[in-house]
């Protein structure tokens, strides 16, 4: 909310620099996110009299004013204004003058005629938000007077008020904080409300004219008859209060009402008596009731929504907004001036629903001081008897009760040094909570307080305790050091899994990525019927992610329109499985384009990305008991289902064409973390180092090209020989060897851990397989 | 001088000066060959009076070892200087060779670091999930339906009614709800907002919870500990302040904000974490889940903290936009390797 510096002074003595006051108030857990100086010294702008006005010979829209700057001789200004007449006070700045928009006026020629400075409008001068026109000064202001005469300078400051102290939201409110702060009173005039007399005395309340039908809602309601107003402009003064804290005029009526509110934080709400039909009910509206609302909109209304009506219809959104059809309009001649106390926790769920906040709702919801409703209306009345001539009724017809205070808290001085950490004397507690309006009952060990009125935020004792380290100094109590040993937790084995996969990856080159679990509605989908939100912001954000490789491939899309020519990504990260997004841990790894980034002189086998680059990247991740099965996938050309230990954890494959946008093959994996390595053994143990040397043979072999590395494999391997101790594949090509066929090469590598073997012994070995090769594979065996 | 030792010194002489190695091999074969003048020698050993012969014979091994030593020495001189002059021709200032390398995020770079400093501090991690419940999210929290902070406007939701958490918070109701205390974890994980992207809002982003539950925890043991990390993370001299706010589950409530010469931000206090004194309806909320009286808030105390990883990954590596982090530009990964 934005407060006036000028405003709060009038209540409270403030630090001269506006700094000081951000500062006591932000340690204070008051932020100040924001000084901004308004109506600063403004020179060569001054108060100046139009004498007369003519059309502008060569365009539509202008006209060339003569006026009275209070020099004696006229000035000639072209204007592009029109809500003025002759005789008007309106800003004249002058040529040299620098406007707070930066604007510098000069002496300059307008479609040909000469203008002699620059008629302002408010917004021109940071006098308030109005564009529409020139500023009207008050026919009283001395002509030639400087503008800074009539708007003495202020500083608004731009204040975050946290969600629990309602009873900030408004100038008498802050100021009050800020003399508990700065331990001053808070000036007596405040306290004495409404400020000024009441004309004829207090009002005598009534039970007449308003009942409540819905007491919860609604605890207290009244309604004060104000007659013979005279709606119009609002005096300078006043207007100049509201703008400056950004709420713009509207009629002297509503803006008094508007003045209440940010004066004392009590909305309050003035229909045009006339067109209300009998007395006033305070009630839940009818299932689909419709009400035109002054934003001109129509709602349809719900059971639960709280309405002010007439004996007809919903004539105002309880606390959130009045109606069209009542609202105070020029002709009206009689009000009705309401001031309530509405529940909090219905007028949010009111604005929510109907999607309609307001600043009558906002501060509704965050709880206004039920002490300060009558008080409100006395002010809104006092001011408008003076500034629009009403004549207020002697009585004010009221339903229900204002809600008794908080109850009281009790603190114990002992717990409050135990959550704060340092002992501070009850003495200093006591003063602390004195300053923010507590009474204390009782003298003892555990004192009790009393709460005052407006803080209804105050409930426990932790919530007294706050109060007094806000006050005392955060800052003034010495950090602690209380590190304690903690056993780890499955989290930590599980982030340290997490961790090494990361690390054994981005040493293999490939570079980690974190998309957003949440995708787009134009993502490629992988597994269908990805979880949907409800209420999705943007088209980005739409469904839950079912699977990595739609943030993958949108992460190559990207750097191939960069014109990035390696892209190896992998991800870690939670998916969230459709139908009822169970979370899993998912893998994803991405390869495209060159296996080398760039050309090296020492690095001649420059290859694209292939398969086995994947593979080899799974693989490296030390799975117990993988494998690789051709598969199914709809998105896949060579399919491939990964396994560990017999139970499907993933796939790999490469794309099919036309799904991405990048030139060249794109091969893909995803794995579920937990289901491949989740019963992972971290736990390593040492093996006595072989003594006994080995013994290397190769074999050579050309096979028909439908014969797999694995048939071969298992034919080297089983029936198991007990001295083959490793089998390597070294060299596979199907050129120059006739169609349908292909060449492979392995090395044998013979051991006994126990002895040195003899060249006999192998010899015989290698035969066997040798022979069944030839026997089960028909391979082709070559010297 | 006895005309074995003129040998030996004409010997030495030549092959100091042979130029080559083959004009050490003809030096070699001229002396020690079978032919060679050494080698006659020996034979002429059968010739000497036998009074004679071990003195000769004593005097030749010496001649034939020195000379066969100055052979080997130039030799080696020989080769080494072969490998210096191969050698010299290499270009040094040549590009070493390359492996391919891969790195880590640098939102995965920021959580490591801190994870690290909180684990050093003896926090053990805990975990729960990105699709939650009103209940764990806000309820629990002591943010009942109708409060002012209980934002369903900038909270996903499910089909089903359940939501994506709005802070990782939610973890420090499921750690309580799963051990009684003492209890001191840290939680990382990913927290969503329905809010307008921008250069400093994402609708995903990270967060670290922290939560201790133990005897007389206090606001000075809160302070100590993140004062601990933040001078961690962001160097010695770092400047913390920590400033009264307010969070329905934390009462008192603070935030905090540092300054240190580190940053790229200079001296401007920056806001990087949300904390303070766990609030006694949030033990009374878990109590009543637990069905017993395990977190008893006149018995037990504790701190908690959000920290946002990636607002604090901008700050420490002046990154001006949150949403490079999840476009994953190699040009950008490349910058944190």
Redesign the interface.
């Known amino acids: 909310m934005k407060f006036s510096v000028n405003w709060l002074r009038e209540f409270v003595d403030l630090p001269k620099e506006p700094e000081e006051i951000a500062d006591l108030l ?4 008051v ?1 100040t996110k924001g000084i901004e100086t308004r109506g600063a010294k403004i020179d060569q702008v001054f108060v100046s009299q139009i004498t007369t006005s003519s059309r502008h010979p060569n365009a539509d829209r202008l006209t060339v004013c003569e006026v009275d700057d209070g020099s004696g001789t006229k000035r000639q200004i072209v204007c592009g204004a029109t809500n003025y007449k002759v005789g008007d006070k309106v800003p004249l700045a002058l040529p040299g003058a620098k406007l707070p928009n930066g604007t510098e006026i000069r002496k300059s020629k307008l479609r040909g005629v000469e203008s002699e400075g620059m008629l302002c409008s408010a917004i021109e001068l940071g006098l308030g938000q109005d564009a529409a026109g020139l500023l009207l000064l008050p026919p009283e202001a001395k002509i030639g007077a400087p503008i800074g005469d009539l708007f003495p300078a202020d500083t608004i400051l731009d204040v975050e008020i ?4 309602g009873d900030l939201l408004s100038h008498f409110g802050l100021a009050r904080e800020i003399a508990a702060l700065s331990n001053q009173r808070i000036a007596e005039q405040a306290l004495r409300l409404p400020f000024g007399k009441m004309a004829g005395g207090a009002p005598a309340l009534r039970k007449k004219g308003v009942t409540i039908s819905a007491l919860r809602e609604c605890p207290f309601f009244s309604a004060r008859k104000i007659d013979n107003v005279k709606v119009g402009p609002t005096p300078q003064w006043l207007r100049a209060k509201i703008e400056s804290v950004g709420i713009r005029s509207i009629n002297n009526i509503v803006d008094i009402s508007n003045f209440v509110m940010l004066e004392l934080g009590q909305p309050t709400h003035a229909f045009d008596a006339g067109k209300l039909k009998g007395d006033i009910d305070v009630r839940l509206a009818r299932d689909g009731e419709k009400f035109l609302a002054l934003d001109g909109k129509t709602y349809s209304l719900k059971p639960d929504n709280l309405v002010v009506a007439d004996q007809e219809r919903a004539v105002g959104i309880a606390g959130v907004m009045g109606g069209e059809e009542t609202g105070v309009t020029e002709s009206t001649k009689n009000i009705l001036l309401e001031s309530a106390y509405f529940l ?3 007028v ?2 009111t604005a ?1 629903n109907l999607n309609l906040p307001s600043d009558a709702s906002y501060r509704f ?2 709880g206004v001081d039920p002490q300060i409703v009558l008080r409100a209306s006395h002010r809104a009345t006092e001011l408008i008897r003076e500034i629009a001539s009403g004549t207020p009724t002697k009585e004010i017809g009221t339903a229900g009760k204002v809600p008794g205070n908080p109850a009281d808290v009790s603190l114990s001085y002992e717990k409050c040094d ?5 002992a501070i004397k009850p003495k200093t507690i006591d003063e602390i909570l004195t300053r923010f309006g507590l009474r204390k009952m009782s003298a003892t060990k555990t004192a009790k307080w009393k709460i005052p009125s407006y803080r209804r935020d105050l409930q ?1 004792d ?2 007294l ?2 109060e007094v ?2 006050a005392y100094g ?2 003034k ?16 084995r ?2 340290d899994l997490e ?1 090494a996969l ?1 690390e054994r ?14 995708i787009s509605r134009s993502a490629i989908a992988f597994g269908d019927n990805a ?8 088209e ?2 739409v469904a ?1 992610r079912p699977s990595l490789l739609t943030g993958l491939i949108t ?1 190559l899309n ?2 191939v329109r ?1 014109s ?1 020519e ?5 991800e870690v990260g ?1 998916v ?1 499985v459709p139908p ?2 169970r ?1 899993e841990r998912h893998l994803g790894i991405l390869l495209w384009g060159n ?4 050309p ?4 001649t086998d420059v290859h694209p990305f292939d398969f086995f680059d994947l593979k080899g990247a799974i693989e490296s991740l030390a799975i117990a008991a993988i494998s690789f099965r051709r598969g199914d996938h709809a998105d896949l050309a060579l399919p491939t289902e990964i396994y560990a230990n017999e139970r499907a954890i993933g796939f790999a494959g490469q794309l099919r064409e036309g799904r991405v946008d990048a030139p060249g093959a794109v091969f893909v994996a995803e794995v579920d973390v937990d289901l491949a390595l989740g019963g992972a053994e971290l736990q390593k143990s040492f093996r006595e180092i072989e003594k006994f040397p080995t013994v290397t043979r190769d074999i050579a072999m050309i096979v028909p090209e439908e014969i797999s590395h694995a048939t071969i494999l298992s034919a080297i391997q089983e029936p198991k020989e007990p001295l083959l101790e490793s089998v390597e594949l070294f060299d596979l090509f199907t050129e120059q060897i006739g169609a349908a066929r292909k060449s492979l090469a392995y090395r044998l590598t013979y051991r006994d851990r126990s002895r040195t073997l003899t060249s006999e012994e192998v010899s015989a070995v290698h035969a066997k397989i040798r022979e069944r090769l030839q026997r089960d594979l028909g391979a082709e065996l070559r010297e | 001088m006895h005309p074995l030792e003129q040998l030996r010194d004409d010997a030495l002489r030549e092959i100091e000066s042979a130029r080559d190695e083959q004009a050490l091999e003809t030096a070699r074969v001229k002396y020690l060959g079978r032919s060679g003048s050494v080698s006659a020698w020996g034979e002429q050993m059968k010739t000497l009076a036998s009074e004679e012969k071990p003195i000769v014979g004593k005097l030749l091994n010496e001649v034939r070892s020195s000379v066969t030593a100055a052979i080997d020495l130039r030799a080696q001189q020989f080769r080494s200087q072969k490998e210096s002059d191969a050698l010299t021709k290499i270009d040094i200032s040549l590009p070493g060779t390359q492996h391919e390398i891969g790195a880590l995020h640098p939102l995965t770079q920021m959580l490591e670091r801190s994870i690290q400093i909180f684990r050093r501090m003896g926090f053990a991690l805990a975990d729960g999930p990105d699709v939650e419940d009103e209940w764990h999210c806000f309820d629990a929290l002591n943010t009942p339906p109708e409060h002012p902070a209980r934002n369903e406007q900038d909270t996903f939701y499910l089909p089903d009614g359940r939501l994506l958490r709005t802070h990782t918070s939610t973890v420090q109701i499921r750690a309580m709800q799963a051990g009684p205390p003492p209890i001191r974890v840290i939680a990382p994980g990913a927290a969503y907002r329905r809010d307008e992207v921008d250069a400093t809002h994402s609708a995903q982003f990270h967060q670290i919870e922290g939560l201790y539950v133990d005897k007389n925890v206090s606001v000075a043991d809160l302070k100590g500990t993140l004062e601990f990390f933040m001078r961690e993370l962001f160097g010695a001299d770092t400047a913390v302040q920590f400033r009264p706010h307010y969070f329905p589950f934390t009462e008192p409530s603070l935030e905090i904000y540092v300054k240190s010469k580190a940053l790229k931000k200079g001296e401007e206090w920056v806001e990087v974490c949300g904390c303070g004194v766990v609030h006694p309806a949030v033990f009374e909320a878990v109590n009543k889940a637990r069905g017993d009286k395990a977190y008893d808030p006149e018995k037990w105390s504790g701190y908690a903290f959000g920290l946002g990883m990636d607002r604090l990954a901008m700050i420490l590596f002046d990154i001006p936009d949150i949403r490079l982090f999840a476009q994953n530009d190699l040009r950008f990964l490349k910058q944190f390797a």
């Open positions: 932000t340690r204070a857990g932020e946290t969600p629990n102290r909090p926790a219905s949010r769920r929510r919801e965050r135990r959550v704060v950490g340092i426990r932790v919530d305790i706050e380290l806000r955060v800052n109590i010495q950090g602690n050091d209380r590190s304690r040993s903690t056993p780890s937790s499955g989290a930590d599980s982030h961790s990361h990856l981005s040493a293999r080159g490939l570079w980690e990525v974190r998309t957003s679990k949440l979880v949907n939100l409800r209420n999705p912001l943007t980005d954000h839950l992460v990207r750097n960069a990035i390696r892209v190896a990504i992998f939670r969230f009822e997004a979370e296996a080398i980034s760039a090296h002189w020492r690095i």
